[in-house]
């Protein structure tokens, strides 16, 4: 990590550091500790994996200044029913007020830059709650988008508002007049008794290289309901750390479910944090993997209270030369009696130089808890695959009919009809399902 | 229809079909039975296309193709039909979802048009009720959960669907009990005709009485060793297997 590299998001810092008091401490604090920290190197246990630091290349562009992208070079790239859906976007990684279409009534939601919110009435939700659960990433990368915050969103929920329409967040990161790096930052409040399904599609237009280092938090209320959905299909060329705090301030049911079908680099964080006594979470996960790419899914549930659920799915299929990563750590701490923690990561590899590696990781100091995990790795089925074939379908179909099975135990996650229409017909096609 | 000449095929170094030879013609109901170890289900999985067994030698005509050339799809596509003794559960496919890409497969490949939807319920009802088999059972996950006797029905409404030529039963009847055998064998019964054939693998006669072969042949170590009509099944459950090696201990002796 050279001092140039430090150097130069300084500068960008210094031309873009926040005004209003709730960001201004947290992003100073956030550019100290980048400078501290720098980039994650292979060292790193938690980065052994995920060379950050190796695809940090020197002609990356960051800028604090949105670039101009016209809603018609998002419309291929638009999630169903986004008719009604609110759509809210940042391109390369800043918020654009001016692209969002805020479809939901003032009464159900209220979206708007950081900064703004900030400034507004939200500063001190944003003083207390931004940057809340850093502490379970004390890296470099993880600050780094801390610095910038000011130019994320900030998305509130309203209290006991129930929600039909999704809110998507797009991502868009313009790759082509350079290669852009993009640190997208959300705060979401779920208030209580609210529900929402969120969704994050990243779409790279210009098909050249890009990095993208994501931070989203989400506070979700008392008895509310909180579906989040993460789809990922940019393209081999898509570097992404992205990183994803659910926090349960109090007892609800929050569920993830992370799609990722191509990128290079691909690091998903995903923390669930069971603050609150009662309360029930779901994550799960699916990667399918071709090429070179290389998903690595690092979750980590932190039962903090006692009385909580948790369950965790998460599949891979490995093609080609891929390579399908999953650490799953599972706290239980002292007061946590009483916690349900189940977790299950199961691999398939189709390419004879592709690989998985597995690790779950329980550290648990409460005695009276239920937790329990499992992890394979292996083939796709000779015996299921001939049984097809014998029926007349084609080699190319079976294999796809099989994986295609695989992938529904997490794919029948999403709740959303028609989103999860479309991840299917996404998976259906990278199968090459055909008839 | 089939034409098996003189056909060796093992596992590994395990030689197991010797030098069979077997004609079924169009019409006929041919039984194979032998003890066990004899190398029935091997035959059966030979004709499938099953790829962890190795043809050594020998030839299979099936309507005067080369079977032993072609891929285990293009011989159900022909019209070849493995009913497994070991019917395969397939979480997160339905039996329905299955059913229907695999009847579309083989009509395209026979250059027809795909059932459309209301035309491959119709058909699927009709054929629904040949083996008593319930719709809420077809739109669960294929064979996942089911007992021994729903697999078997199972597999004959799949048989039913599918129209085949030549329908080889892998010991069917095995783990069934009397009714389930009977609504089998019925089923069986009822897709009888001059234009198809059936080889139905077993260990017992008791499948035989239900579905009446024209030819049963006995397949030991490796080989047909006796052929004769359905008396011979009869006299084999009246014996047992032993009276064949015996006989064949005095052919080989004198």
């Known amino acids: 990590m050279s001092n140039e590299t430090i150097q130069y998001f300084k500068g960008l810092y210094t031309l873009s550091a926040p005004d209003a008091p709730a960001l201004k401490t947290f992003s100073g604090k956030s550019m100290d500790d980048f400078s501290k920290w720098g980039l994650p190197g292979p060292k790193h246990e938690e980065w052994k994996y995920a060379r950050v630091a190796s695809l940090f290349r020197n002609d990356l562009k960051f800028s604090v200044e949105v670039p101009s992208v016209s809603e018609s070079d998002i419309d291929p790239f638009r999630l ?34 950081m900064e703004d919110a900030a400034r507004a009435e939200y500063g001190d939700f944003i003083a207390q709650n931004l940057g809340h659960s850093a502490s379970y990433h004390p890296d470099g990368i993880h600050a780094l988008n801390g610095a910038f915050a000011g130019k994320g969103l900030f ?27 993009a640190q997208p930052r959300s705060l979401v409040h779920v208030e209580d008794g609210a529900q929402v399904q969120v969704a994050e599609q990243y779409i790279n237009i210009g098909g050249q290289d890009s990095f993208t280092n994501e931070v989203i938090e989400i506070v979700a209320g008392l008895d509310s309901v909180v579906d989040y959905y993460k789809i990922q299909h940019e393209g081999p060329l898509a570097n992404h750390v992205g990183t994803t705090h659910i926090r349960q301030a109090g007892k609800c049911l929050t569920n993830s479910v992370t799609i990722t079908l191509s990128g ?8 669930m944090i069971m603050e609150s006594e009662h309360g029930e979470s779901h994550m799960y996960g699916l990667y399918l993997l071709a090429g070179k790419t290389l998903a690595d899914n690092h979750t980590i549930v932190d039962n903090v209270k006692p009385h909580c659920f948790s369950n965790e799915l998460y599949k891979g299929i490995m093609d080609d030369e891929s390579t399908g ?69 084609g080699e190319q179909n079976a294999r796809a009919l099989l994986l295609h099975a695989f992938a529904l135990d997490v794919l029948a996650n999403i709740k959303h009809e028609g989103l999860r229409t479309y991840v299917d017909a996404l998976i259906s096609e990278r199968l090459g399902f055909n008839i | 229809m089939l034409k098996i000449t003189d056909l060796h095929a ?10 069979i030879n077997l004609e079924i013609k169009a019409g006929e109901v041919h039984a194979i039975m032998g003890p066990n170890g004899s190398g029935k289900s091997t035959l059966a999985s030979v004709l499938a296309g099953r790829e962890s067994f190795e043809v050594t030698g020998g030839s299979v005509a099936f309507q005067g193709k080369d079977l032993l050339e072609m891929s285990p799809e293009d011989r159900a596509r022909e019209g070849m039909f493995l009913a497994f003794q070991y019917p395969v559960e397939i979480p997160g496919v339905s039996t329905t979802n299955f059913i229907k890409t695999a009847v579309n497969e083989t009509r395209k490949y026979r250059g027809q048009e795909p059932l459309d939807a209301v035309a491959f319920l119709k058909l699927m009802k009709e054929r629904m009720k040949l083996v008593q088999i319930d719709q809420s ?45 009977r609504i089998v064998a019925n089923g069986v019964n009822q897709l009888r005709s001059k234009d198809n054939a059936f080889l139905v693998v077993t260990h017992y006669q008791r499948l035989l009485e239900y579905i009446v072969p024209d030819f049963v042949h006995v397949l030991y170590n490796g080989r047909i060793v006796k052929s004769g009509t359905k008396e011979l099944a009869l006299e084999l459950e009246e014996k047992g297997y032993d009276f064949i090696k015996n006989e064949l201990l005095v052919t080989e002796q004198a």
């Open chain 2, 137 to 181: 059972l077809l739109s669960r996950s294929l064979n996942e959960g089911f007992s021994g006797g729903e697999k078997k029905r199972n597999e004959i409404f799949q048989m039913a669907m599918l129209e085949p030529k030549l329908a080889i039963l892998d010991e069917t009847d095995s783990g069934l009990d009397i009714d389930a055998l």
């Open chain 1, 80 to 113: 169903p029913g986004n008719g009604t859906a609110t759509e809210l976007v940042f391109v390369n990684g800043l918020y654009s007020q001016a692209l969002s279409v805020i479809r939901h009534p003032a009464t159900d939601i209220h979206a708007l830059s």
């Open chain 1, 264 to 271: 290079g680099m691909v690091r998903n964080n995903l923390n």
């Open chain 2, 10 to 19: 093992g596992i590994e170094e395990k030689k197991i079909l010797k030098g």
């Open chain 1, 325 to 393: 990563v999953f650490n799953g750590k599972i706290f239980v701490r002292k007061d946590a009696q009483k916690t349900n923690a189940y977790q299950s990561n199961k691999n398939i590899l189709l390419g004879e130089k592709a690989s998985a590696n597995t690790k779950p990781q329980l550290e648990i100091f409460a005695d009276d808890v239920k937790c329990s995990h499992g992890c394979t790795v292996g083939r796709l089925d000779e015996e299921a695959l001939f049984y097809l074939r014998a029926r007349g379908i």
């Open chain 1, 155 to 181: 998305l509130r929920v309203k209290k006991g508002r129930i929600l039909e329409h999704p809110i998507y967040i797009y991502h868009v990161t313009d790759s082509r007049h350079g290669f852009p790096f």
